[in-house]
């Protein structure tokens, strides 16, 4: 399996906690551009799968920014 960039770049510690495949998944669809369809093909995942990695990264991101925001 190739990489195709799957590493988080440093500006995204904020993933630190999360699984490594879903990591993954953030970067190659929402940093590298690729389709649900490509991201899974690519992982060997469905593409509900997919979309459930990102759902859970992009909400833990946008509650980990309020938190910032907040100055917690």
Known sequence: MTTLGARPPPCCSIF???PDKTRRIFVL???RGLSYR???RHMALSEGS???HLARVLLEVTCRLREY???R
């Open 16 to 18: 630190r906690g999360e």
């Open 29 to 31: 669809h929402r940093i």
């Open 38 to 40: 490509k991201v899974a």
């Open 50 to 52: 997919v979309q459930k």
């Open 69 to 71: 925001e907040d100055g």
